[in-house]
């Protein structure tokens, strides 16, 4: 049995709809190949509620939204070696910066007051504070892998993480690309 430390792997979703993790999850079998190599330390997908102070490999789902969405993309960068930008809306903002066009005040009325019927009213606690403009996870912080793809398929996540595992760089759209 290897005594070799298990590399680490922090995943999380800022402003995204979670496709990027059900593709990771599409890589099905290979999850058992996976966590024979790697030790997911924190993520949506294990128990783990605290990111530890290091990690190997940090994957980010989802954009820049809010104060909350900022904060959690600063701290990956502060503790993950290497940091992925994961999916078409962490690359670039795609679904979530469709919101750039529309002034927030307007967002807010449409969510809060337009398609409510019972009590309609902006939340004041509780709602991490909405950032304008969304913005893509590389404009706050240094990523060091882009995958694009919404969501990029497992195959795709598959080669990025095993590269990355072996201590290469991968080259992502060699096998993905925006909207694939
Ligand atoms: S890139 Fe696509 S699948 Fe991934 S979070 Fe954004 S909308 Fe969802």
Not at 8 to 18: F, R
Not at 40 to 64: N, T
Not at 118 to 134: M, Y
Request: with cysteine; proline share 8%; charged share 20%.
């Amino acid at each position: 049995m290897s005594t070799q430390p298990k590399i680490t792997v922090a995943t999380a979703w800022l402003d995204g709809c979670s496709g990027c993790h059900m593709s990771l999850l599409d890589l099905d079998a290979r999850l058992l190949e996976l966590i024979e190599q790697v030790e997911i330390v924190y993520s949506p997908l294990v128990d783990a509620k605290e990111l530890p102070a290091r990690v190997d490999i940090g994957l980010l789902e989802g954009a820049i939204s809010s104060e909350d969405d900022l904060a959690r993309a600063q701290l990956f960068r502060a503790r993950c070696q290497r940091l992925v930008s994961l999916g078409d809306c962490a690359v670039t903002g795609n679904v979530p910066a469709m919101r750039n066009h529309f002034k927030l005040a307007d967002v807010f009325d449409r969510a809060y007051h337009e398609n409510v019927t019972l009590k309609p009213q902006i939340p004041t606690r509780e709602v991490p504070a909405l950032l304008t403009p969304v913005r893509p996870v590389h404009s706050e912080v240094r990523v060091d892998v882009f995958v694009p793809g919404c969501p990029p398929s497992a195959d795709a996540i598959w080669y990025v993480l095993t590269e990355l595992i072996a201590g290469r760089v991968p080259d992502p759209p060699a096998v993905t690309r925006f909207g694939a």
